[in-house]
């Protein structure tokens, strides 16, 4: 079945404990970007990868990292994870670039305390 | 900041009417647009893309875009129960995408 994973889906963490929220899609493809949802403020972009070792940053990326080694993985790093980064985070895919149809991953809840 | 503004609802329409959701945009350079749906607790799905000015049609659903008005609009026709969500208007720039804040749509039975 094509789709986008997320692990963990439920998260809870104290202020400045490292995590990494993995992502991984199975269709082979070359866009790859991480988002957050907050209420009234809808999916915000955190960092996009257009290919392997290609990244960049969207609109919110202060406080996160990134990396692309493998095409089918994007993992979204928190170093040290602030309250202000509780949230709502989702991964997506699309088949070749930015522009294209995104395919979301099941999200996943992160609480920072 | 580029801008995606949504009128944040909630919308209320009875099942069988026609739902309006319109959405405005900032960057002119926008080439690409979206509307997704997202029910409670899910992630967002894709309902229609268009990226040419006028209409485009998939069944009950009709997406509207007018680039010199920087203007994009769905339309549900025959609105049923099971439209009810909260509905994202999405626009690419370029590589990145920017995302409105959403309307959220009741349908009444």
């Known amino acids: 079945e094509a789709q986008v994973t997320q692990n963990p889906r439920y998260l809870i963490t104290v202020t400045g404990k490292k995590l990494t929220v993995t992502c991984s899609q199975n269709?082979?493809?070359?866009?790859m970007s991480w988002y957050r949802q907050d209420p009234g403020l809808g999916l915000r972009q955190i960092y996009y990868?257009?290919?392997?070792?290609?990244?960049d940053k969207g609109d919110v990326p202060e406080g996160y990292k990134v990396s692309r080694k493998e095409k089918r993985n994007f993992p979204l790093i928190l170093e040290s994870p602030s309250p202000n980064q509780t949230s709502l985070y989702f991964c997506?895919?699309?088949?070749?670039?930015?522009?294209?149809?995104?395919?979301f991953g099941p999200g996943t809840r992160l609480l920072v305390l | 900041q580029k801008e995606v503004e949504q009128n944040s609802g909630p919308l209320s329409v009875p099942e069988g009417a026609i739902a309006s959701l319109n959405c405005t945009y900032s960057d002119r350079g926008s080439q690409s647009f979206f509307w997704y749906r997202q029910y409670s607790g899910k992630s967002p799905e894709l309902i229609m893309s268009?990226?040419?000015?006028g209409d485009k049609e998939d069944g009950r659903f009709t997406a509207q875009l007018n680039k010199a008005s920087q203007y994009v609009s769905l339309l549900i026709r025959d609105s049923q129960p099971s439209d009810s969500a909260t509905y994202l208007c999405a626009v690419s720039p370029g590589q990145n995408f920017v995302f409105g804040p959403g309307t959220r749509l009741s349908v009444l039975p």
């Open positions: 997506a895919s699309s088949p070749r670039r930015g522009g294209e149809t995104q395919y």
């Open positions: 268009i990226y040419s000015n």
């Open positions: 990868s257009m290919n392997v070792e290609v990244t």
């Open positions: 269709m082979n493809h070359e866009y």
